[in-house]
């Protein structure tokens, strides 16, 4: 039980390793009839392709989509829909290194303990490379939600301790094209500039940065997610901290909170012309598990990238202390090109659960059958 | 798919309203041989009964577990552990009211989207009281995994804004005894009397409040815990967003290491005698999913209770804006019976994870079956 | 991973042994809003009582169905539905004996392999009592199966060597009023007086019997059942193996078609009126795993109760040969009493399948969602 | 929720359409440490590879597995094994025609209406070339069962209505190269030529055949399997009927042992040495869904290759009565070719169950871990 399926009825199962002869995903309980070519797979891809600002990698991917099944005449058949990118530049050199020690910050230790051995190349199967199957299986779970109205935008809201300004404001007052543009994917300018200066200090120092990924989906229609252990938000918090270098999940306003009084923190239901709405949203989208037809807010907290070009002191395979110092490509920070990473694993999810609510009526059942 | 089952292996299914005739949980795929009584599952519920203190509901029931199947000879057989508790303190008139309105910050609203009706009895399913269940099921993973030497321990770190100091301190520095004997569930005395001050204060105001649990789990085998999708701490996120209330989920640092570097960060392996031991526990023993072998770390965020006696706007079913003042017995603060609930959800997560693990590595597998 | 739960969306969790405190199921995963109290139940479970022939078990059980969850004002709230069976003619003593020893054709030797001991008593977690938890299930899948038009029908079609006449004829030319009413539930008096004879022999023999229960569906739509390993007719086959003492399953002509022609297998379509109809049903009603409209038919081949008086060779716990003779309540054949829990996993598998397959195209979910 | 993964542990996951790109397969959960290679898998797809004999298609394809993860240094990781096989040969012209009516026999029909269109090259996802990724799991299940001293044998039973003698003598009586070598797959120089000759006159009658397969399982040890919906010979007879094609499953005596009396049909337990026996084997290796440590039987009967070049009654997608007659490359029996492939199920449905059995027993976890 590796554990590399997620879902219940749009299920993702993806492999690979970094420095294997690809990454690929297979999607599973797409529905059928859905437009798609690898075009709208590519287009998010691009979003996580390394090298493209100097805060990245400098490792030169394509990161080429190619899908093998489960498209015919352009549509989606409702059968499995496998795609892979081939890796092209696999430098494995570079890591042969590091078959012998334990990077600080890294997976190398536990993998160890977990199967007896590890591909050390390049983090082998706990590469940041993993989430490509992620992110082009979010692609097609995004594309179904737009068709229902429903879209996710994520964006960095934290780079270190820079953050934009009244990060609550609602998505109208968040600037999403800026966001895209810019090479920490805040959506502000100023501030933008604030954390690439910042960035620049941390790899002056031969250090790394972590940060904050907020996302918000607009028009998710109220009723889904399921009231224990499936609560939508339970299911989020799973698949968010199922990405790499997570560390804390919040829904709504979350940590805050935890210290504020629930006269503050109710939202209230009013009616503005036939529909219902809350004056605050504090819940952030979601009450009891259950989606109430506001903003769904999360947010994603990344620890620092551990790979970092100081000294550092470790342990090798065969237990003696020593100090090493990491060579290679890594990003000074992963925070950015993870914008497209937390959209995805929020798209696959939430498609999943409003799948998963078709069922929970009879009345709906009876009209769906007749 | 209501989503009422938990975990893969040690899979626990919790069933029952607040006012039906009972609350219960089935277990399936606890291991046989371990010796157990109700006396086992009794220690558990007790420490979330309500009643215990001012400050949580007056609502008293006895809350005694019954075991119906499961057990023989004084150990468990392998076969599903089936145990119930009945519902004895239900006063259904208290909320004939609410049957016609949404209650700010509750699941009232969510429920009818949903379902198109709604159990309104004392929250119906998204009562606390579902929580019995998980309890229940809490004590025998923990009794199961004490017998493997591991030990899990929660306790209240926050009630509103007043925190115990240094929360990160080493479990051993951390007074459990204080914390299962105070009406706060603070391992400290002195903060424990500012948080039963402060919540006097909320219970003055007609408001609630909401507070930080924080969780450790000690002597977790490294290697616990699957590379991917069912990383151990996203399972744990899952399980601990899961319980009514928790708007947020970190493990080790979580919300800190997002604006901390990655030299700060990054926990360094030395050697302890023959042991592999971390100089720091940052990541609070997980590193890309999977547990390093030091003390697991986890804090969930709890929201203050919705239901205040404060007049508060909202909407009836007709869709109608009106004023409710809500009545009944409604605890100021749900964090300190919440403490057990933590620990019970932590210990069937992992004791799942460490059931899955055994099949990781074919030597092992081989040495199982010679 | 006991594995006591089955379906992925309609699920099913059973509990209880034959002399424990009494046998329950959990429905979880029931749509909300349908009509449903303890008769819809009983009724079922009476179909299933002990002592109703001389040739079921003396055992007198009432098996009278408490109904313990997720139902509010007479209907089903989405939540789930616990229900339980108290054990009241439990006579332990009578199994006291066989704690020590292996009984041939039961799974005694096998827990004892397994789990390391058993609770031995009337058989435990083994005991057709188990099925109770099934049928109660059943009994809500067909209900709501019956609101979508969908009914389910199973029959004896042969004790031992005693087969109905042309037991391929349309279900319209079956008298399940017949099979309903009496002992051995055949739709065919005359056959079930031969049959009546034969058992009555095999109780002089101190012998036993099996049979085939035959099990029809009739209305499903077409489209039901996922195309590879979820297939409507592989599911249904490990929901009908599942069952104790249940040895080989067959859809539509089954083992027939193993020594047939295609030219004589393929069914034709044809038009009649606005409908599309097969001329001929051998494939019984699924093509490709996925139901074609026409009747569902398949197959449940049981062994001959194990429990027989004669003298029997076997070996004890401490591995010692030695000849046993059982003593105690044993039904001469189970055939009778299993029609109903036949038809009760059908009717939670179909049900299942159909609430799976509401997922499967992009237009019908926009049409639920608008 | 298409239903394209099948088992807990280890866990595959099959994608492709006969005229798509390709055929794969995503294996999840294989522990790691097994030594694996390309030609491991490839002895297995030889043996189902078409145009081996004159009754198989001629379509040539030569069917080479490529491994694209999970292997580093010739072991496998623990993490997914990804594998594919290139589709080289089609000749989608060939399929225009079916694209407007529906074949009787073949799940043309059942697709359409559950998912409003298909791709209607060669069958698509219902093709037989499904099964290349259940082969190339079968092939990695079967090599890690070996490495537990596990081995399982399939071999034809029956063509059409040409039986080998005696097809319950013991597997030792069988000559597995025998049938391994001939174009029939049967385990009996003689039998196969008389059904190679009945094939030759099916083939001039422009018909098909169906058959039985064997399948044996020895050195199993007693208590895998569990006890209730997840028993052994359960979840065999659901991998067997997700196989296209398979319309019956027995366990050992199956179908006969419902005309059986107990007295005959009860295996007796002996003592052989230090070892538990039984006297016969009727059960097939199944007692309450659990392995007693004998070998292991099962058969699938399959209907009649579908496609036959006779003139055949169907009806259009206009829904028009018309007469078709097939052309293109088809088999006129599958059975020979399928061999494998029920070969592969079985090992990949046992090597599920043994891992998942590994958490029985509380003291067997313990010296897990110790």
Redesign the interface.
Known sequence: ??????G????I?????SH?????V?V???????ALNEMDIQSFLDRRKPGSSRFTTQRKESDNV?I???I??G????????M?VQNTAQRSADYSEIASY?R????D???D???????YRGG???SGR?TIGRVAAGAIASK?LL??GITISAYTQ?I??IEIPNPERPLNCIDIDEARNNPTGMPDKDTSRKAEAYLKE?ME????????IACRVVNL???????????L??????????I?AV?????????K???????S???????NGSS?IK?TN???G????????SELILRA????????F?K????NKN???ITIQIKGRHDPIIVPRAVVVVESMTAVTVLDM?????????????N??S
């Not at 549509?75 to 496998?82: E, L, R």
């Not at 907290?301 to 970092?308: E, G, L």
């Open positions: 039980m590796s554990g590399s399926t997620f219940n009825i749009f299920k199962t993806t492999w690979g390793e294997g002869s690809g990454i690929g297979v599973d309980g797409c529905p059928a009839g859905l190619e093998l099944s489960g015919f005449e549509k989606t058949t409702g059968t499995p829909i496998s892979v334990y600080p910050g890294h997976a230790y536990t993998f303990q977990k199967y007896g051995f590890r591909d082998g199967r706990s993993e179904l068709e229902l934290a270190g301790p941390c120092k031969l250090d790394s940065a972590g940060g904050i229609p109220a009723g889904i997610g399921e009231p224990v252990f499936e609560k938000d339970a299911n989020l918090a799973k698949a968010i901290l199922s790499g560390k804390a999940f919040e829904i709504g306003d979350g940590i909170a935890a210290s504020a009084n629930g006269s923190n109710n939202d209230h239901f009013r009616i219902v004056t504090h819940a952030g979601v009450l009891g598990g259950i989606s109430d037809g907290y990344f620890k620092p990238t551990p790979s970092i100081q550092q002191d470790t342990i237990g003696e202390e409003l799948l998963q609510n078709m069922t929970a009526r009879v009345d709906k059942i009876k769906f059958y």
